[in-house]
């Protein structure tokens, strides 16, 4: 079942919640500010205390807005949205909610195991939504959906048996663009044509 113009609202929707997210991943840095002055710290102290936190916001920040910009990317056209295609996004939204949490615990566990796994696995959770999502809406993979799912897939496995790799492991997605174009090399309706 779809609803004329369900599209139009659910974008709306999942833009508000996406920007609430964002918005989130700063707080931890307001917070240490009025801890810093209690404590009788100097401005200085306040970014030096804190460098783990400003990376993981950083970082964080960064994949926040690219995955929005592939959702963005993914809904533009589209004028209708099935209860699979909103169930779909719902999860996509819940990965990108949850997402301030490992966040702050790079922030205070920094190199730690399980914490770089938490973090990129939530990552990786989230660009399998948007992956399904694009087949769910378009009937095909769209705009590297698939290899950045993939690329994920293999940085978790990297920073979880690699040691010392962490979030290095995260660089594997700069290769995206030729994972995509040996995909569209490589796929049976290319040869076809």
């Given amino acids: 079942m779809t609803e004329p113009g369900g599209a139009e609202r659910l974008v709306f929707f999942t833009d508000a919640v996406v920007a609430i997210a964002i918005t989130l991943l700063v707080l931890p840095l307001v917070d240490a500010v009025g801890e810093a002055v209690d404590a009788g710290r100097s401005a200085t102290e306040v970014i030096t205390g804190n460098l783990g936190q400003f990376f993981s916001f950083l970082l964080s920040f960064a994949v926040i807005a ?18 699979r295609v909103v169930g779909l996004n719902m999860l996509w939204l819940l ?34 939504c948007l992956t399904a999502l694009s087949v769910a809406i378009r009937g095909r993979l769209v705009g590297g959906a698939g290899s ?7 940085a978790l496995l990297v ?35």
């Fill in 148 to 154: 950045m799912t993939a690329l994920l897939a293999l």
């Fill in 159 to 193: 920073a979880a048996f690699v040691p010392g790799v962490r979030y290095l492991a995260l660089l594997l997605l700069f290769l995206a663009p030729l994972v995509e174009r040996l995909w569209q090399r490589w796929r049976p309706d290319y040869w076809a044509a």
């Fill in 66 to 83: 690219r995955l929005w910009s592939a959702h963005h990317r993914l809904f533009d056209g589209v004028t209708t949205a099935s209860r």
């Fill in 95 to 128: 990965t990108i909610v949850v997402l301030p949490f490992p966040t702050e615990m790079i922030g205070g566990y920094g190199e730690d195991w399980f914490t770089a796994v938490l973090y990129i696995g939530s990552i990786l959770a989230s660009s399998a």
